[in-house]
């Protein structure tokens, strides 16, 4: 499994601390958020950020299975997942609970933001307590959702493949904006629009447009 270069980092940095500084009167003491892999099959999934780091094989675990992967996306199951690890029988818990139970975590919350054909990012949510009460998980939810935008954004500026030039002009693509309607807002040639669409579509390996647009928000730069 293949993570972002600057991995640590990502974990590290204010937003992720900060949320789970914020979260520790819940009694969480663990997050992690899985991503589509943008070049990857449907059910080919990223870990982009993780704290505390040492639960790497746990939330590889996690991502690897197939636990709310595709087949829970297409059906009417909620956003929100609430699951207590501790009382699945152990013989189908799956690696991942296992080895989420031996770093001693007995609860989690699980909130979807989906994207296209049939992607989500995923914030996962962990406490080493039993959660007893279903208003608990809803303010967990609650809290992902408003810090969600803000997280997003500083885990596409750490993935993106592309320079802000060339995502400007996928963005405007994006909004149907032609080559030479981006060009007059650019100030510049609708050749060199171009080019710039050209170049991100060959970093995120795809051939038109709208599946440079579609894998950009994979990225969830759009």
């Known amino acids: 499994m293949q993570l972002p270069a600057n991995f640590d980092s990502v974990n590290l940095d204010g937003v992720v601390s900060d949320w789970l500084c914020a979260l520790r009167e819940f009694s969480v003491e663990a997050l992690m958020v899985l991503g589509p892999d943008p070049f990857g099959g449907q059910e080919d999934r990223l870990v982009l950020a993780l704290h505390p780091p040492r639960l790497l094989d746990a939330a590889e675990a996690l991502a690897e299975s197939r636990d709310f992967g595709a087949p829970w996306r297409d059906s009417d199951a ?27 975590y007995q609860s989690v919350v699980r909130i979807a933001f989906p994207l296209t054909v049939g992607r989500a990012f995923e914030c996962y949510l962990f406490s080493p307590r039993q959660w007893h009460d279903r208003s608990e998980a809803a303010l967990l939810a609650w809290s992902a959702f408003n810090i969600w935008p803000l997280l997003k954004r500083a885990l596409a500026e750490a993935r993106s ?3 802000p030039r060339e995502l400007e002009c996928l963005n405007l693509a994006f909004q149907g904006t032609t080559a030479r309607e981006s060009s ?3 100030l510049c040639s609708e050749r060199t629009v171009n080019f710039h669409l050209a170049n991100a579509m060959t970093k995120l390996k795809v051939d038109n447009k709208l599946a440079a647009i579609q894998r950009a928000c994979w990225f969830g730069l759009i």
């Open 78 to 104: 909620p956003l929100v997942a609430w699951q207590d690890i501790s009382k699945s029988a152990f013989e189908s818990l799956g690696r991942w609970r296992r080895l989420w139970l031996a770093h001693g």
């Open 161 to 163: 493949p592309l320079s």
């Open 184 to 186: 007059e807002i650019f």
